[in-house]
């Protein structure tokens, strides 16, 4: 018996010897089929995956109320730390938000990731408006080093205008003074957002927002405010940060560039020379 089961088996795999040497191209695209089955079942996944935020990144679409009441559809995408893995992360890595100017129908872009000295996104979204098809971008700073980063802004708004085909920051003074409704979600996290429409309403991103109670969040400030809740920062030119107490406590303007030295600052970063008056330096 079992001289007949190797003699069968050695049958049966002659025989798909033979039909691939016979066949050579079927067998080629019957596999191709299969892989291509295979990539577009694993690509699927992963869409799926990344707008419910399983591997830290999430698409999603909003409507957005403008200070005149008109609404338009704009795109969000985002991506946390630890990406590749199924560990959540809270810190934004990189984010965009995209959507088509009213009158023209052109395009547009806005693109936040990690800069100089900041491994995370740069900015929390807080309002889009638009005035004569001209787009405003109002956000905040997201955490201390991109605040010090950004030059400490009080109001705690770093304000970009779509002008010339480029996003330009501008001072809050030159923003207009009708736009006053924060209008973008603030919180994708919110459970009840991923798993809603796959276009939020402007009436669900108003009640998504009033979860919030600092006025900094229900509408935009225009005065300056008593606390922002980050300490001064300076950046070292090689990726860290140390607090200004290192070198505006020290008794003089060498002592101040010494510790510059001391700590390995690239000293085109070091801000003795701001600290320290002129009067005060050593030729």
């Known amino acids: 018996m079992q001289g007949q089961d190797g003699h069968a088996g050695g049958g049966f795999i ?49 409507e ?13 995408w985002q991506k946390r730390m630890n990406v590749y893995t199924l560990e959540k992360s809270a810190l934004l890595k990189e984010q965009s938000l995209s959507f088509k100017r009213p009158k023209t129908g052109e395009k547009i872009v806005w693109n936040d990731g990690p800069t100089e000295g900041i491994r995370t996104a740069n900015f929390k979204l807080i309002a889009l408006h638009i005035k004569n098809d001209t787009p405003y ?40 003074p009708e736009f006053e409704n924060v209008n973008l979600v603030m919180s994708i996290d919110a459970e009840e957002i991923l798993a809603g429409p796959s276009l939020i309403p402007a009436e669900m991103v108003k009640k998504s927002n009033d979860r ?3 006025p900094l969040f229900r509408a935009i400030v225009r005065a300056p405010m008593e606390f922002v809740g980050c300490e ?52």
Request: charged content about 25%; overall charge positive; hydrophobic content about 35%.
């Open 14 to 62: 002659s025989s798909l010897k033979g039909f691939y040497l016979q066949n050579p191209r079927a067998i080629r695209r019957i596999g191709f089929v299969i892989l291509l089955i295979l990539f577009l079942t694993w690509l699927t996944c992963i869409n799926m995956c990344g707008y419910l935020g399983i591997l830290g990144h999430a698409t999603w679409k909003e």
């Open 64 to 76: 957005v109320l403008l200070h005149d009441g008109s609404k338009i559809v704009v795109k969000r």
């Open 137 to 176: 971008l109002i956000t905040q700073n997201y955490g201390c080093f991109s605040y010090n980063r950004w030059g400490r802004p009080n109001p705690p708004y770093v304000i970009f205008k779509y002008e010339d085909k480029k996003w330009k920051r501008i001072p809050l003074e030159e923003l207009p």
């Open 212 to 214: 919030f109670h600092r």
């Open 232 to 283: 001064e920062l300076v950046y070292d030119g090689r990726g860290g940060w140390c607090g200004i107490d290192y070198f505006s406590t020290k008794s003089s303007y060498e002592a101040c560039v010494t510790e510059c030295k001391k700590v390995l600052f690239d000293m085109q970063y070091c801000p003795c020379d701001r600290l320290f008056e002129d009067n005060n330096k050593v030729e």
